[in-house]
């Protein structure tokens, strides 16, 4: 049973304009987010955090919204880079010490 | 440098062969884990440690064991590998006041 859900396996999108990937979950009692960005043959690593008593949350060209009736995430990047080219991993605290992750978005940024 | 090592980066393993993959932080932080990453399924926890002495298993944990050596180090064993373990496995720590996880490199594992 897949709590954590990232239903769209690749996203392509052009230099400049914006990316949305979208998260969702199905328990009501996650209530902080992650977003984490992965480089191939290289660990994740954090890009962007949520709690759930926030709706929004920025850093630079980061944005991730959080809706709770709907329990849908979503990470926006404008404008999207060439680097920004990974597979992003969203992830849900479950209790008190283990993150549950999704099965990943790879994004390439055309130029 | 700072951060999660973990060794080796690279092994292949015969069907029955045992390992044990090694992982070490110098954050001080309190918990640490084991995740595997396959094509498909994500990033999936095998086991972790919330603090030194304790153990859990997470969504995976079978085929596996692990040791908290200390407060840095977290080892993941495989008695008898099987080609379902074929994976990539990374090591993870958080420490209390800080966001999320900080992970290894990983390692690349083949049981053939």
């Known amino acids: 049973d897949q709590q954590v859900k990232q239903n769209s396996p690749s996203l392509s999108v052009q230099e400049g304009r914006i990316s949305i990937l979208n998260c969702d979950y199905t328990?009501?009692?996650?209530?902080?987010f992650l977003w984490y960005k992965k480089y191939p043959a290289e660990g994740p690593t954090f890009l962007i955090s949520?709690?759930?008593?926030?709706d929004k949350n920025e850093d630079g060209r980061f944005t991730v919204f959080l809706n709770k009736s709907a329990k849908h995430l979503s990470l926006h990047i404008v404008p999207s880079q060439p680097g920004d080219s990974a597979v992003y991993f969203c992830?849900?605290?479950?209790?008190?010490?283990?993150?549950?992750f999704g099965t990943g978005t790879r994004l390439k940024v055309l130029a | 440098n700072a951060g999660v090592t973990q060794t080796p980066k690279f092994q292949v393993l015969k069907t029955g062969q045992s390992m044990t993959l090694q992982c070490a932080q110098d954050?001080?932080?309190?918990?640490m884990y084991w995740y595997r990453q396959d094509p498909g399924m994500g990033l999936r926890l095998i086991y972790y440690?919330?603090?030194?002495?304790?153990?859990d298993k997470g969504e995976v944990p079978n085929g596996y064991n692990v040791s908290r050596l200390n407060k840095r180090e977290f080892s993941l064993r495989l008695e008898s590998a099987a080609p379902s373990q074929t994976s990539v496995y990374f090591c993870?720590?958080?420490?209390?006041?800080?966001?999320?996880?900080?992970f290894g490199s990983g390692t690349r594992l083949t049981v053939v």
């Open positions: 440690s919330a603090s030194e002495g304790t153990t």
């Open positions: 949520i709690s759930s008593i926030k």
């Open positions: 954050m001080n932080h309190n918990s």
């Open positions: 993870a720590s958080r420490g209390e006041w800080v966001d999320g996880y900080t």
């Open positions: 328990n009501s009692m996650f209530d902080y």
């Open positions: 992830a849900a605290l479950s209790g008190t010490y283990k993150y549950i």
